[in-house]
């Protein structure tokens, strides 16, 4: 009896956190206003890459969000004193997204995203000398299916992925949950601040 092998996933996971201020407010107001944002950023992100490859528009509502819920947790090494951090997941999968391949190239690209969206809310990794210090927003890219990368600027999966349970408990919250139906973007935040 011969059966096919299981399809690869090609899920993408991405981890969000804030302890700091930003110009929309505290950080729960920061991931809030950021997961539109976040979520237009993938979008676009998806329909360049996925011209660029197989030159099919990818549709927003062949996505698949799920988010975990916010959490708020104690800063992970870094200096003293910081203030907490507000945590999120977001998973991001589909129908159509499962089409596209994983490639370093197509990662670095996303990876400058998530910088210009850091920056936009106040981040300036530039000024920044302090590893793991407080800050505004910070958005990792956590894995993309079995992607492995390993350079200066990005690593996947993410090298302390197992070790931070500040990213573990909403991933696995994120993974869990059913997923939000197929929408439209931007969505109805129902997060509460």
Sequence with gaps: MNSSPPSETRTLAIALGANLPS?????????????????????DWLKESFLNESGKAIINSDLNWRWSPLFETKP??????????????????????SLLEPSE????????????LENYFGRDRQRSDVLWGPRSLDIDLLAWGGLQVQQEALT??????????????PLGEALSAKGEKPRKIPPQVNWQE
């Design 105 to 116: 190239f197509a990662a670095l690209n996303l990876l400058e995203r998530f910088l210009q």
């Design 76 to 97: 992970s090494g870094g200096p003293n004193g910081q203030p907490n951090f507000i945590n999120a997941v977001l998973v991001v999968d589909g129908p159509r997204f």
């Design 23 to 43: 110009a929309v407010g505290p950080p729960v107001a920061t991931l809030v206003a950021a997961r539109p944002k976040l979520e237009r950023l993938i979008c």
């Design 156 to 169: 996947i999966p993410h090298p302390r992925l197992i070790e931070r349970s500040f990213v573990i408990v």
